[in-house]
Nanobody
Framework: QVQLVESGGGLVQSGGSLRLSCAAS????????MGWFRQAPGAEREFVAA????????KYKTSVKDRFTISRDNAKNTVYLQMNSLKPIDTAVYYC??????????????????WGQGTQVTVSS
């Protein structure tokens, strides 16, 4: 069992930055690929970024690729999402996810192994 707890969300002006963190419980963190998803009001949850178990591979939603960076620290059981140049369209609840298979994290509507509870990110114009 893995529990994921996100933090770092908040209100920021357009063009600003936020760093989300997701702390995982358990001693098997390094065996899971990790990802970030988001869900805006009235929209479906969508993939944002993923990182492989070792951290050597990453992938991003096209619209965030040059602005967001996913990273992980396996010694701290934590995954991060650095978000720069934020836009109002980035406003959403951001969810951390863990899955035993890296490729599954970018499959639309995939049911990953574990989800966090979400953290709100609001970008004002």
């Amino acid at each position: 069992q893995v529990q994921l707890v996100e933090s770092g969300g908040g209100l920021v002006q357009s063009g600003g930055s936020l760093r989300l963190s997701c702390a995982a419980s358990g001693r098997t963190f390094s065996s899971y690929a990790m990802g970030w998803f988001r869900q805006a009001p009235g929209a479906e949850r969508e993939f944002v970024a993923a990182i492989s178990q070792s951290g050597t591979s990453t992938k991003y939603k096209t619209s965030v690729k040059d602005r967001f960076t996913i990273s992980r620290d396996n010694a701290k059981n934590t995954v991060y999402l650095q978000m720069n140049s934020l836009k109002p369209i980035d406003t959403a609840v951001y969810y951390c996810a863990a899955d035993h298979e890296y490729y599954r994290l970018s499959i639309p509507s995939v049911e990953v192994d574990y989800w966090g509870q979400g953290t709100q990110v609001t970008v004002s114009s």
